[in-house]
Each structure stands twice: as C-alpha cells, then as structure tokens.
C-alpha cells in the first residue's frame, strides 16, 4: 500500500512505497539534499524534522544529533525509513547547499526566482463606445491594455465578447498576443505544467505562475517504452515507417494528459486554467514530443532538426489544457544533447563555475558537460537500459520488491530491499553495489569477469564462497538466497548483468575522459561532478567511483542535485528570462559528437576495464 509523504514548507507531496529512505522520498519530490558524506549518516547535514508520521529512529541519528534535536523529532534522511504516512520540515540548511542550484531547489516552494511568464492575465474595462468617442474596439482596447497583437480567431470573437459582457472582463496574453477573452476577473488562476520527458519516466509539476508555487507533481513510465527501451529502437522505428512517428508522439501526450489529470486533482484546480506547457527532453523525446522526424539523429552524423526552442498550440497535439494554451520545448546543442541538458545547465547556473566542474545526467542516454575557463563541451553517450535495470537478467525498475542497495555485514553480503518485503530483482543501483563489492572482495576481476572455484582469493569468508556459484553454466552470484528471505526464487546476478554494467559504465566513462583530453584536464582537476538525475540519487559516491561510473576524485567533490531537467524546464515556464539564458546557452557550448571522435572506440575499451 504507497504511503504519502508531503515535505514542508515546500507541501510538495509524493505517493511512495513504505520503507523508503527519506532522502529517496525528497529526491522524487524534486528535492535535493545536502549529504557530503554520501549518505554514510556521518555528516549530519541532512537532518530533517518529523512533523507527524511513523519514521525509523536508528543509531546513525542517535550518534549525529543531540537528545534535544531528537526529542524535537530530527532524523537523519539519509539513514531513516519512512513507514506510514508522514510530514517532513526540511530546514534551508539541509537543502543542496553552495550553489545556485539549493537557490532553485529551494525555490519550487517559495519562487526566488524573478518571476516573469509568459502567459498573463490583465483585467481590463473599457468606455463603452458613443459619438463623442467612436474608436474601434481594437483601439480602445489597446488603449487599456497596451501594444498587443490579435489573432484572426480572436479579432471576429472581439466586438460579440465585448457587448456581452459590458466591455469588461480578462484577456489572457502569451508574449504580446491575445489568445483568449474570459467573463469577469480571472487574473489569479493562471497555472502551467513543467515536464522532464526522459526516454524512461516523465515526470510533471503544476506550477501556479501568480505565486510561482509548485502545487503538485507527478510521474508515469514513458509509454514509449513498450516500442523499445533506448532511443535508437525508437528512431529505428520511425525510419521503418513514417506513421509510427504520431504513434510514438501520442503515447508520450498520454502520459503528459494522465499526469495532467492527477496534478490538478491533487490541486483542485480546472485544466482549462492550464496556459502554457514546459518541455525538456533529449533531442529525440523533444522531436517526438513536437511530431519532429527523429530519423537524421539515426545517422552519421547525428543531425537534430532544430537548436532554439520551439513553440506551438498544445491543442495541435491533444493536450488536454485550455484550447488557446501553448507548449514549448527547450532548445538543444546538438545531437543528443537536448533540452534536457540545456535545462541542468541553466538549472545549476554551470557557466558560471570558477573551477573545472563536470555535469553528468545518468539515464539511457547519459549527457555530460564540462565547464572550464568560461568555456562548455557537451556530449551525449548511449549509456543503455542497464540503469534502469533493463537487460539486466533480474532486472527492475526502483519499486517494491527491488533490491536498491549491497553492503557487507559479518562478512556476508547483505541486501537493501525497497518496502521491505521478500526480493524478486535488483535495480541499477543495486548493480552498482553489487559490482563494487564484487570487486574489493576479489570475486570480481578487473576484466569483470566473475572468478569461482580455485580463482578465488583464499581469505574469503565461507558465507561469501558460498553465494559464487554456476547457473545455467555460467558464473553468477546469489546476492539474496529465497530460503532465507521468503522469495520465491533467489536474486542472482550473473556474468551477462556484468557485461551490461561494463558497456554503460564504458561508454560514460569513455565521454568524460574525451571532455577532458580535449581541455587538458585529468580527473584529479575536476572541482566539483554534479550527478543529476533522478537515478543518480540513488548511487552511492564511493561505489560509483569504484567501478569507474564517476571519475576518481574524492568522493566529497560529488554533489547530487536531483532532477535538473525538470528544474530548469521550471525555471524557463516561470520566467521568460530564463528561457533567453537557455538561448544563449546553446551558443556558449561546444558540441562533441563522439561518433566522429576517432580515439573514442579505444577510450571505450579500455573503459570497460574496471579500475585498480
């Protein structure tokens, strides 16, 4: 049964499984917190306070905050588990701090960003017309509101609204053209939508653009997945037939209308208050989500069809907000690297950056950008679906029943499992852990290969020894035995599930040290990675590190900053600032198209190799 979580003074509330951490809870509401130590519970940055609800209370709290933070009901979210419904207050202090990104972060409540829509609503009355002063209504009008364009449409509705309704009432603007006339004052219902379509989930946020207060949020699987689960089967499919193209673009739209519904449910408000529509997505899910041919991006080189921003009627594509309302998509750099990368960048204010800095947005498709001396290269890796725990053998996504997590403990192998039932897979995360943990133990090879029988090193503990075993005639690991955890069959993960992490982590890894071949830099220069994303949450630093994912820098130089695409599709629906920051973002950034770097094949071979 999913518990409600809601998170003050944000009162961004999210629907999750009982038995998920707090920070996990925080990073699905979009909520990025201060955790230096990487959620190891040692720092005590991520202290929090349990308003009501059922919450964990465990010896990393008890160790990290006094008796009197305690008594007042401060947790570590890191460390504590949430188990029924519950209301968090997160101090300021906790939030993502040290860049403008805790400023953004923080302003999904409270709007510190300058707000500036484009949709706005002027109340207006005007003199009703006679001898001595026979203006056309046009005149009259514009004499009110101020410079401002009429469609076709709206001009032959005009003169019939105006004398109906006694030359009073609300003309709704986008820019400066009129799109639409309402009876009465409705000024103070004006709302929009901010997306992230990712090629795996989407994820929505209803913003009131008056207060610039989130009111709800939500999330779906892209549908798109059931037609393949990376970009390039998509865009294979639409080069197969054209048709397929609106088949891709309307399953996207339903996800959006479904999480449209749910939002102004949970907000109780009317779509039809619904005026404008923010997108941010790789290039492809851009492309799709327009009804943009994607299938140059399905060649050498990969050519994208627009950069800056594109705006259309979202009635043109069945979304179901007021008739007049408008959608836009984010503009794209080049290749893959889409809005959604232009979002994190305008989001985490990454030009800005005094020191060398990296931005790395796991997904599918992994966008990197590195920021050094005033100056920006971009790439895009096909990173694949292991992640996500697609093409993983006992793969699945982060929901009940996944193992999200691997440590050791008594010198056996212990699993994390979200809800806290009996396991039946493993998701990304998960794979991670296992992988490192493989490796310090030494069952694991630096060629990935998983070792068994006399291979294996001669210290390790019998409870270890025992889990390598053969299935199937291949080497696996039992990482949860279902005789002892309820399960009906045990998870397992093979030498086939290493070879898909080895391709990912590779082909990440490969883009990153290309970025900084080509700006004379060595991991060890890097400043700050940023881990965007909403899996990456979920990593831990140090294992990510291990296994070569992230470069090898202290662990403390990685920040998470949650789902940066979202927050920046955010920041340009509220502000048409924003959005011209996000033009000149575009022009800023170099783009590298690794499929025309002749040294990228070997970076990703010798990529695959985990590290010492």
């Known amino acids: 049964m999913p518990i409600t979580i809601t998170f003050l003074p944000l009162r ?32 005590g940055k991520c202290r929090v306070k349990v308003i009501s609800g059922t919450v964990t209370l465990g010896d990393a709290s008890r160790a990290a905050l006094s008796g009197a933070q305690l008594q007042k009901g401060f947790r570590l979210a890191c460390q504590e588990k949430i188990d029924a419904d519950a209301a968090i207050e997160i101090p300021a202090e906790s939030m993502l701090a040290g860049s403008s990104a805790a400023k953004i972060l923080t302003a999904s409540g409270t709007a510190t960003t300058p707000l500036k ?16 002063s026979p203006d056309a209504d046009q005149t009259r009008f514009r004499k009110a509101v101020g410079p401002c364009e009429f469609p076709p449409a709206l001009m032959r509705r005009m003169p019939g609204f105006l004398r109906d309704h006694g030359f009073s009432g609300t003309v709704v603007l986008w820019g400066s053209r009129c799109v639409a006339f309402e009876p009465g004052d409705t000024t103070r219902r004006v709302y929009g939508m901010a997306f992230d379509i990712g090629t795996t989930t989407i994820v929505g946020m209803l913003v009131d653009l008056i207060t610039g207060k989130d009111l709800a949020l939500g999330s779906r699987l892209n549908p798109q997945v059931k037609y393949g689960d990376d970009v390039i089967s998509r865009i294979s499919l639409v080069r197969q037939d054209l048709g397929n193209l609106q088949l891709l673009q309307q399953a996207s739209v339903t996800a959006l ?32 989500f327009c009804g943009i041919d994607p299938s140059p991006l399905g060649e050498i080189p990969f050519i994208a069809a627009f950069e800056n921003g594109q705006s259309f009627a979202a009635a043109d594509i069945g979304l179901r907000v007021n008739p007049a309302a408008y959608a836009f998509c984010l503009p794209q750099i080049g290749g893959f690297v889409g809005g959604d990368t232009v979002a994190g960048i305008i989001a985490t204010r990454l030009d800005t950056t005094v020191k060398p800095t990296l931005l790395v947005d796991i997904g599918t498709n992994c ?20 992640f996500e725990g697609a093409r993983i053998s006992q793969g699945m996504r982060a929901t009940v029943g996944a193992i999200e997590k691997i440590h050791l403990r008594n010198n056996d192998i212990a699993a994390g499992v979200i809800g806290n039932v009996p396991p039946v897979g493993l998701c990304g995360s998960a794979l991670i852990d296992a992988a490192a943990t493989l490796l310090n133990l030494g069952v694991l090879d630096m060629m990935g290969r998983i070792l068994t029988g006399d291979e294996l090193p001669a210290g390790l503990s019998p409870a270890i020894r025992r889990r390598v075993i053969m299935d199937n005639d291949q080497p696996a690991v039992v990482l949860a035995f279902a005789e ?12 086939c599930d290493i070879r898909q992490l080895q391709l990912g982590v590779g082909a990440i890894r ?44 202290p662990v403390e130089r990685i920040r998470f900053i949650s789902n940066s695409s979202a927050m920046g599709a955010r920041l340009a629906l509220v502000s048409t600032d924003e959005r011209e920051y996000a033009e ?29």
């Open 367 to 386: 966008e990197i950008v590195l920021s050094h001396q005033g100056k920006m290269l971009a790439t895009s890796t096909a990173a694949g679906p292991a």
């Open 510 to 553: 490969a883009g990153i040290s290309i970025l900084l071949r080509r700006t004379g830099l060595t991991p060890e220069s890097l400043d700050t990675v940023l881990l965007a994303g909403a899996f990456g949450n979920y990593i831990r630093r140090h294992n990510a590190v291990r296994i070569g994912l992230l470069p090898q820098v």
């Open 484 to 495: 002892s955890t309820g399960a009906l069959r045990s998870v397992l993960v093979r030498q």
């Open 12 to 43: 961004q509330s999210v629907s999750m499984p009982a038995g998920i951490s707090i920070l996990e809870a925080a990073a699905q509401a979009g909520i990025a917190l201060d955790i230096p130590c990487g959620g190891a519970g040692k720092c």
């Open 117 to 132: 829509p484009r949709v706005r609503k002027l109340y207006f009355e005007l003199p009703h017309p006679d001898r001595d």
């Open 584 to 612: 000149q973002v575009i022009r800023s950034t170099t783009h590298i198209d690794l499929s025309l770097d002749q040294q990228f094949q070997e970076e990703f071979a010798m990529a695959m190799i985990f590290p010492e």
């Open 257 to 288: 209308n479904e999480i449209i519904d749910e939002c102004i449910a949970k907000a109780s408000i009317v779509s039809h208050d619904i005026w404008e529509i923010g997108v941010a997505g790789n290039s492809i899910m851009q492309q799709i």
